[in-house]
C-alpha cells in the first residue's frame, strides 16, 4: 500500500536507527516565542473585554495609583484581587481614608454590607472631610432598615457642608423609606436645588409627591426624570402607573409599553 509522507508522519530515518543522530542537520533549534503583546497593543482600542496593558502614569504616587489599579482591577470582575491590594496599602497606610472608602465601596457591592460599615466608621476617624464618608455610610445604613442613625449620619453631613446635593438626597430617600412624604420632597427639593439635573433625585421626588397624593405635582416630576433619562424603564412604568390612578388610561398603556421597551434595550 502506498505510504503517504507529512510532517506528523516522516519515513523511517535509518541514519537514526544506526545511532547517528541528525539534529544537527536540520537547522536551529527553534528560540523563545517573542511577546506579542507589543505587537496587539496599537489595536487594543478596537478589541472588546479586558485592556491588554494597565494605564501607566509616570512617576505616579502609589496613594493615587493603587486605587486606579483597583477600580480597573474591579472593573474587569477581578473583585478579589482588588480587595486584595487595597488591604495591602491599607496594611501600611492605614490612615488613608480614601482608599478605606473605596474598599467599603468594594465589599458593599460584594454584599458585604457589616465589613463595609466598619471600614467607613474607621475612615471616618482619619477623614480631613469627613461628609462624603458620612454620607456613604448613612445611605449604607438606610438601605439596610437602619434608618435612625443613617439619618443622624446624613444630617451631620449637612449641617459640615450645606451644599452637599448628595446628603440631602440620601436624607430623602431615608425619609421615604419611613413614610415621611412630607419630609423626604423638602429633602428631595433640595438636593435638586444643587443638582438640578440628577434623574435620581427628580425620580423619588415624584414618588414623594405620589404619597401625599399629589399625583399632577408627580407625573410633572416623572416627565422630567424621563427627560433627563431617556432609557430608564421604572420612570415610564411609575408614569403608567399615575396615569391609572388618574383615569387616564390610553395614556397610561403608552407609558407601559414604553416601560416594556426601555427595558429590553
Known amino acids: 500500500m502506498r505510504r503517504l509522507q507529512n510532517s506528523r508522519a516522516p519515513e523511517p530515518d535509518d541514519a537514526a536507527l544506526e545511532g547517528f543522530d541528525r539534529a544537527g542537520l536540520e537547522g536551529d533549534a527553534v528560540g523563545p516565542v517573542a511577546d506579542e503583546l507589543p505587537w496587539l497593543r496599537p489595536f487594543g482600542a478596537d478589541i472588546p473585554g479586558l485592556s491588554l496593558a494597565t494605564t501607566f502614569v509616570l512617576n505616579e504616587p502609589e496613594s493615587t495609583r493603587v486605587p486606579r489599579r483597583a477600580r480597573e482591577l474591579a472593573g474587569w470582575g477581578r473583585s478579589l484581587d482588588a480587595l486584595l491590594l487595597l488591604r495591602r496599602y491599607l496594611a501600611e497606610e492605614p490612615q488613608n481614608a480614601e482608599v478605606r472608602s473605596l474598599l467599603a465601596e468594594l465589599l458593599d457591592e460584594g454584599g458585604d454590607s457589616e465589613a463595609a ?18 454620607v456613604h455610610r448613612g445611605s449604607i445604613l438606610a438601605r439596610y432598615g437602619r434608618t435612625a442613625p443613617a439619618e443622624r449620619d446624613l444630617r451631620d453631613a449637612i449641617r459640615r457642608r450645606p451644599d452637599h446635593a448628595p446628603a440631602h438626597f440620601h436624607l430623602g430617600l431615608t425619609l421615604l423609606r419611613r413614610g415621611l412624604g412630607s419630609d423626604a420632597t423638602a429633602a428631595l ?7 438640578p439635573d440628577d434623574p435620581d433625585a427628580t425620580y423619588y421626588l415624584g414618588e414623594a409627591l405620589e404619597a401625599q397624593g399629589d399625583l399632577p ?9 424621563a427627560a433627563l433619562a431617556p432609557d430608564h424603564p421604572r420612570t415610564y412604568k411609575m408614569m403608567g402607573r399615575l396615569l391609572d390612578r388618574m383615569g387616564r388610561t390610553d395614556q397610561a398603556m403608552v407609558m407601559h409599553k414604553k416601560a416594556r421597551e426601555a ?3
Open 263 to 265: 427595558g429590553i434595550r
Open 117 to 134: 460599615l466598619e471600614e467607613l466608621t474607621v475612615a471616618l476617624s482619619h477623614a480631613a472631610d469627613p461628609v462624603s464618608v458620612l
Open 189 to 195: 427639593r433640595e438636593s435638586l436645588r444643587y443638582a
Open 217 to 225: 405635582g408627580a407625573l410633572a416630576a416623572m416627565e422630567r426624570a
